[in-house]
């Protein structure tokens, strides 16, 4: 079991805003570890969409917008758009299990 | 152009072992950290584990101690994956992915780029 929870599910129509929630604890994001987080198209290898909480890779929308606070962090997608139906991971360091985790993933869909 | 491609996956029966291969190209190898991530059929991503860039160091996640062995052959940009007493739960895709640091055991590392996945299948 992942120690970071995220809902297995979120969805919005185009153009909406979705947010998915990280939620983790004072062993990982409490303790002031970053938070990133990957999408992974249908059927694709995961990508990096989000580091160090709040930085978009080159090539990435501004419609993708990450933060984090005490021990949650939130992934944010604006005008949200068909291409953007994918699961989304976010990933910490957890200090009791001195190694790295992702979280339980989100489904994103496009009605 | 950052490549990872993955190779040596297979099916295997419970108990057996199999080691996987990442050739990588387009980056500095002996300078990154270089990690395994595993996605069983249907489900979320799983950190498996993760080794530094100069000095080797290894890290694993708990459920693969002492069942599996990472490691690097910084001279052919080569990273590996030996999995040994391989269980049913341990089927899986497994990625190889490039940390954006150095070291293994940095808390904020993270995977910047991931190779396309090689599938273990571990059935009788």
């Known amino acids: 079991q992942s120690v970071l929870t995220q809902p297995p599910s979120v969805s919005g129509a185009p153009g909406q805003r979705v947010t998915i929630s990280c939620s983790g604890s004072?062993?990982?994001?409490?303790?002031?570890?970053?938070v990133h987080w990957y999408q992974q198209l249908p059927g694709t290898t995961p990508k990096l969409l989000i580091y160090i909480n709040s930085n978009r890779p080159s090539g990435v929308p501004d419609r993708f917008s990450g933060s984090k606070s005490g021990t949650s962090a939130s992934l944010a997608i604006s005008g949200l758009q068909a291409e953007d139906e994918a699961d989304y991971y976010c990933q910490s360091y957890d200090r009791r299990l001195s190694g790295y985790v992702f979280g339980t993933g989100t489904k994103v869909t496009v009605l | 152009e950052v490549q990872l491609v993955e190779s040596g996956g297979g099916l295997v029966q419970p108990g057996g072992s199999l080691r996987l291969s990442c050739a990588a190209s387009?980056?500095?190898?002996?300078?990154?950290?270089m990690s395994w991530v595993r996605q069983a059929p249907g489900k979320g991503l799983e950190w498996v584990s993760i080794?530094?860039?100069?000095?080797?160091?290894?890290y694993y996640e708990d459920s693969v101690k002492g069942r599996f062995t990472i490691s690097r052959d910084n001279s052919k940009n080569t990273l590996y994956l030996q999995m040994d007493s391989l269980r049913a739960e341990d089927t899986a895709v497994y990625y190889c992915?490039?940390?954006?640091?150095?070291?293994?055991?940095?808390?904020?590392?993270?995977?910047?780029?991931w190779g396309q996945g090689a599938l273990v299948t571990v059935s009788s």
């Open positions: 992915a490039k940390g954006r640091y150095g070291s293994g055991s940095y808390y904020d590392n993270y995977f910047d780029y």
């Open positions: 004072s062993s990982n994001i409490g303790t002031g570890y970053d």
């Open positions: 080794i530094s860039g100069s000095d080797g160091s290894t």
């Open positions: 387009g980056f500095t190898f002996s300078s990154c950290a």
